[in-house]
């Protein structure tokens, strides 16, 4: 057996990859990347990623894209490990974080992803899973896992990791049944995890996690049936396959809609925490959020009444329109998924409002709030993050930080994004919004070419086009991102109430103010 300094060596040996395959260069990169970890050195992985890069400015097949991404995110992760360190651990910006959640993603971005074994799809979709959880994503995580042990039910680590991942989501709650709920949940994930071969680091981790909530939970409860899908939804047919539609995506507005589409889940029960405020200040906290989720309840509403009309509106008739030759779409219906995209991008900035209020930021005159930019010392990129972030330990308040990451702002230092279709929805947004924006039914025939002189006579070069049935992919996906940022605000401003009621005076007198619940027959 070779030595393995010598193996290093030879391996980092190679700085010109003209004289091998892509397969060969596939197989060297992996070998290097792996045994830089095992050896501890920073140099092969530099060396892997300089070659992974030089490898993509080939021409590759979508399948070998998809694994040389797969690669440099493993050597990135690498790169995280050895740098780790309990000084790290809570510092928000880490470029190797960055990169390594964008290549997990465009790995999953590739049409060639169809050609990696099944198992390397799900260990693509695990390792991103816990990348998003460590960031603070907690809500978005569990999607990774779950559509990991959809394509191979069988693989164990992503069922331990859901079941860590569960254990740790139910700390931040402040519901203390959904929390046990949870714990229930991930303690099964765990026990079925626990029953398979697993790596001895992993056994310990799922281990450890089991160990914690047969502490806190009785046996009984652990072993207690609760019936999570006789709840009744006691509505209208309409009504009840919209709700059943909302739990089947995960839209609702409560935590454990994330455990799946139970019909316990199916009502909007997220709010904020309890807040303490001035003595002479209102409880705009709590009103405020309850505008933002009833602009999401509604944009929720709008999207799926706009996907699900099967005939024109009446509103829609005897509306002169013409027939521009392109396949285009006009309707109500169109109009609803529209406003839908525009108020559930519109929250985002709202969310950083909020916080910039709540944590009291002050802001240089005509200071303009922007989610991506508002976490950045005057929401400049090169004036590093603001005091209140760095190294601050509330994990659902640096997962709006690295949400904030998916999308595109059009200013220095922000163009940035580690989302690949970021710029897409900021173009698509500016347009509804300002400009020109046309969708197409499946028989248009896209952008016009130019060796297609009659497509380019009919094209409509002052629209953004795009075809229906992408957009109201995306709006969807806009949906969801919208949903996790408002779960987690809420859950961050109840750790951040946490770090303050520890930080005041024993002897502090808070009076409590109640708020009445307001009842649906008022909501005209």
């Not at 169809?114 to 603070?136: K, S």
């Not at 009833?294 to 944009?299: G, I, N």
Request: charged share 30%.
């Amino acid at each position: 057996m070779a030595n393995p300094e010598d193996t290093y060596k030879s391996l980092i040996s190679v700085e010109n990859l003209i004289d091998l395959t892509t397969e060969e260069v596939l197989l060297h990169i992996g070998r290097l990347t792996d045994l830089s970890l095992d050896m501890r050195k920073m140099e092969g992985l530099k060396r892997a990623i300089k070659l992974s890069e030089e490898l993509q400015k080939r021409h590759l097949t979508t399948g070998q894209l998809a694994m040389s991404n797969y690669l440099l995110a493993n050597a990135w992760a690498n790169l995280r490990t050895l740098r780790a360190g309990s000084y790290r651990s809570w510092d928000w910006e880490q470029e190797e974080i960055r990169k390594e959640i964008i290549h997990r993603r465009r790995a999953l971005h590739e049409d060639g992803l169809g050609e990696l074994p099944d198992e390397r799809v799900c260990q693509i979709l695990t390792n991103l899973g816990n990348l998003m959880h460590d960031v603070g994503r907690f809500v978005e995580a569990i999607e990774y896992w779950e559509k990991a042990l959809i394509k191979l039910p069988s693989f164990t680590m992503a069922r331990g990791c859901k079941g860590c991942g569960l254990t740790h989501y139910a700390r931040t709650l402040y519901d203390e049944g959904h929390a046990a709920i949870f714990l229930k949940h991930a303690h099964a994930d765990l026990k079925t995890a626990l029953l398979s071969p697993l790596h001895e680091d992993a056994r310990k981790n799922f281990d450890k996690c089991r160990m914690g909530i047969e502490s806190v939970l009785s046996p009984e409860y652990i072993d207690k049936d609760i019936d999570m899908h006789t709840f009744c939804l006691d509505a209208s047919e309409q009504e009840i396959r919209y709700r059943r539609w909302c739990l089947e995506k995960g839209l609702f507005l409560n935590p454990l809609n994330d455990l799946g589409p139970y019909p316990i889940a199916a009502r909007d029960i997220l709010t904020t925490p309890d807040i303490v405020v001035g003595i002479r200040e209102g409880p705009y906290y709590p009103g405020y959020f309850n505008q933002m989720k009833q602009e999401f309840v509604s944009a929720r509403y709008l999207y799926y009444d706009g996907i699900n009309a099967e005939q024109p509106h009446f509103s829609d008739r005897d509306v002169l329109l013409y027939n521009t030759l392109d396949y285009p779409s006009y309707s109500l219906a169109i109009e609803k998924v529209k406003a839908a995209f525009k108020i559930a991008y519109s929250l985002f900035d709202k969310i950083a409002y909020f916080l910039t209020h709540y944590l009291k930021f002050s802001l240089e005159r005509k200071e303009k709030i922007y989610f991506k930019t508002f976490w950045y010392v005057s929401s400049k990129k090169n004036k590093g993050l603001r005091p209140n972030f760095q190294r601050c330990q509330n994990w659902p308040l640096r997962g709006l930080f690295w949400l904030s990451k998916d999308l595109f702002e059009d200013k220095p230092g922000f163009k940035e994004s580690i989302e690949p279709d970021a710029q897409k929805l900021y173009e698509i947004r500016n347009h509804l919004e300002h400009k020109y924006f046309k969708l197409h039914d499946d028989l248009w025939s896209g952008p016009p070419s130019d060796n297609n002189v009659s497509s380019l006579a009919l094209a409509d070069t002052l629209a953004f086009s795009m075809y229906r049935r992408e957009f109201d992919a995306k709006t969807l996906r806009l949906i969801k991102m919208t949903r996790a940022a408002l779960i987690y605000l809420s859950l961050a401003l109840h750790c951040e109430e946490q770090r303050r009621a520890k930080e005041r005076s024993s002897d502090s007198v808070i009076p409590e103010v109640p708020l009445d619940i307001w009842e649906d027959e008022w909501k005209v």
